[in-house]
């Protein structure tokens, strides 16, 4: 039986004492400032929180630290190694034999088949699609032939194609958002079809790939997201392509498979997640940044890590190239900045109602000094900082003139960093309450944020379309099962998953950070940190979520649909790849 090498007890304790120490720290600040709607940073307060802070999170430590030493100490049973769907799963799971015994082609097209059929009736029910988000935006650029680069050009010319392609073969721009939404739907289920073809070929066990079928078919956020026009869907599909091929890549066997053809998956995956959302860029800095690292001192498979940093740089740069190409053929217009500064914004718009002497709370103390207070006034226009909401910068934000930021950049940075100087405390407290949702798994304002009274589709999940824009451009909502769409938008409007008892925290956003780093622990405490790599690229996108506007079910959906793939194909209990019985002999011959 092979060793199991495991981070000594000890210093695995400390680990998960750190995770579960931060856990506390952001649950209970954000519990505090949604209860009182300011935090006053007081040597008390911090005091009182860093106690709670370190006995409860060390607790939390404590009790992660027993639970996954005892299971990583478990003695591996016997046949561990070996194809995992043997006559005890095939007695379980003798329904769906076929994704234990059946070719890959007919895991991967059978679980295409079953994907599209669950989400079927969605699609039916919101024909020709949800439009929603961006969808009047980006309708208006292809209407009057003008791009912009607020939304990926290259979305925007997906949609248009389809649209043109509805209106040639049907004569209806219905039929062609129609034909968009399939064509999603297709990309969406093919990737995830794909993540269960990779765990078959990796003889992970026949329950993960039944678990993760099922979630792909009923997990309720995959059938709003697949029907939902946004850009969002399709960067998700290629961001788990290339997640699932960067793992797969490190798990190699070169015998097992035809050599080139992850190469290949990861490059598309990588090349259209750029295409598809800005975020994927500074995702791939992420990556491209903890790759140079392990080439240059990683002291093991320098081959694997040299060839990977080669394939990402090589998609990078293709991505961006096509990129470049397209704003050079349609004549796109670079678009506003100001996204980006969307913490910059609500940072400085809450100084100055707690201190600019602007009048509208009656904590303003009017400290802030003029020079400040003059050049907040040239960055925020209209004194729209009146009009600070803590979960979402876009009030404020519409009214920015970034002008500031691009030529005045030594005057904005002077009167960032002093207001972050003197008022440090409502510097935090803008990011905590804009990031409340992506932080604890108890916040409930993120379904709550875009809501406008009287008017519905506006709750977590956005289903609210602008009709009168886009019936004026030949798109209708056309539903071909109005009751079933009325179930849906009940559960929707209404934030159903949140009366989930237990279930709601798979729903919720504020779990999927802290899932995400409990894995980054574990796999560092089993010594497979090889196969935090895909994290990095979590990572990245995380760090442009957490400096966004809002906390918003289409941004997160991406982690939440790549979290179960990477969880099984990491976690489960597969055959030893060819790199890790290369490392075990290694170590064993060093000791």
Not at 393 to 420: C, E, I, M, Q, W
Not at 463 to 480: A, F, Q, V
Request: charged residues 15%; glycine residues 10%; proline residues 4%.
């Amino acid at each position: 039986m092979q060793e199991k090498r495991i981070l000594p007890r000890r210093r695995g304790g400390v680990l998960l004492c750190v995770l579960g120490c931060l856990f506390v720290f952001f649950v209970k600040t954000e519990k505090d400032l949604a209860a009182a709607g300011n935090i006053l940073w007081t040597a008390g307060y911090v005091g009182n929180t860093l106690l709670w802070t370190v006995l409860l999170g060390c607790l939390l430590g404590v009790i992660g630290t027993f639970v996954v030493y005892r299971a990583a100490e478990r003695p591996a049973p016997e046949g561990a190694g070996k194809d995992n769907t043997g006559k005890d799963n095939a007695v379980f799971f003798r329904s769906a034999a076929w994704i234990q015994n059946g070719s890959g082609a007919q895991v991967f097209f059978g679980s295409l088949f079953l994907l599209c059929l669950a989400w079927l009736p969605v699609y039916l029910a919101y024909y020709p699609g949800i439009c929603a988000y961006d969808a009047p935006v980006q309708t208006g650029q292809i209407v009057e032939h003008y791009y912009f680069d607020h939304h990926p050009i290259v979305h925007t010319l997906l949609l248009q194609g389809m649209l043109w392609l509805g209106t040639q073969l049907f004569g209806s721009m219905n039929a062609g958002m129609a034909l968009y939404t399939a064509l999603q739907m297709l990309l969406l289920a093919g990737s995830m079809s794909y993540g269960v073809l990779v765990l078959h070929r990796r003889q992970v066990a026949a329950g993960w790939q039944i678990v993760m079928l099922l979630l792909g078919m009923f997990f309720p956020f995959h059938w709003y997201m697949s029907v939902s026009m946004t850009k969002d869907t399709v960067f998700s599909a290629f961001l788990l392509l290339q997640l699932i091929s960067l793992t797969d890549l490190l798990l190699e066997d070169r015998r097992e498979w035809r050599p080139g053809v992850r190469d290949l998956l990861f490059f598309i995956g990588t090349v259209g997640m750029i295409l598809f959302r800005n975020n994927g860029k500074y995702a791939m800095i992420v990556l491209l940044a903890f790759l140079f690292l392990a080439v240059c001192f990683g002291k093991r498979a320098r081959k694997l890590w040299g060839r990977l940093f080669t394939v990402s740089v090589a998609a990078f740069c293709i991505g961006l190239f096509v990129l470049s190409a397209v704003f050079s053929a349609t004549h796109a217009e670079q678009g506003d900045r100001r996204e980006m500064l969307s913490m910059p914004i609500q940072q400085m718009a809450r100084c100055m109602i707690y201190h600019g002497g602007v009048g509208v709370l009656p904590e303003d103390d009017g400290t802030m000094s003029e020079q400040d207070r003059a050049l907040v006034n040239d960055f925020i226009l209209d004194e729209a900082y009146r009009d600070y909401d803590p979960g979402i910068a876009d009030p404020v934000k519409r009214h920015t003139n970034t002008y500031v930021v691009r030529y005045r950049s030594g005057d904005f940075l002077r009167t960032y960093f002093h207001l972050l100087k003197f008022y440090p405390g409502d510097m935090i407290n803008a990011a905590l309450a804009v990031d409340a949702g992506f932080l604890s798994p108890f916040d409930v304002t993120h379904a709550t944020v875009n809501e406008v009274q009287g008017r519905e589709g506006l709750g977590y999940i956005q289903t609210r379309w602008e009709e009168d824009t886009l019936n004026n451009r030949g798109i209708y909502k056309d539903s071909k099962w109005p009751g079933l769409y009325d179930r849906l938008e009940t559960w929707a409007d209404g934030n159903g998953y949140l009366k989930l008892p237990v279930l709601k925290y798979l729903f919720v956003p504020g779990s999927y950070l802290w899932l995400y780093l409990a894995l980054a622990a574990i796999l560092v405490i089993v010594d497979r940190k090889r196969y935090c790599l895909p994290l990095a690229v979590i990572a990245g996108y995380y760090g442009t979520m957490l400096l966004g506007p809002t906390v918003q079910m289409r941004y997160v959906y991406p982690v939440m649909l790549a979290l179960p793939y990477l969880v099984a194909l990491m976690c489960g209990t597969g055959r030893k790849t060819e790199n890790e019985k290369t490392e075990t002999e290694i170590n064993q011959r060093q000791r």
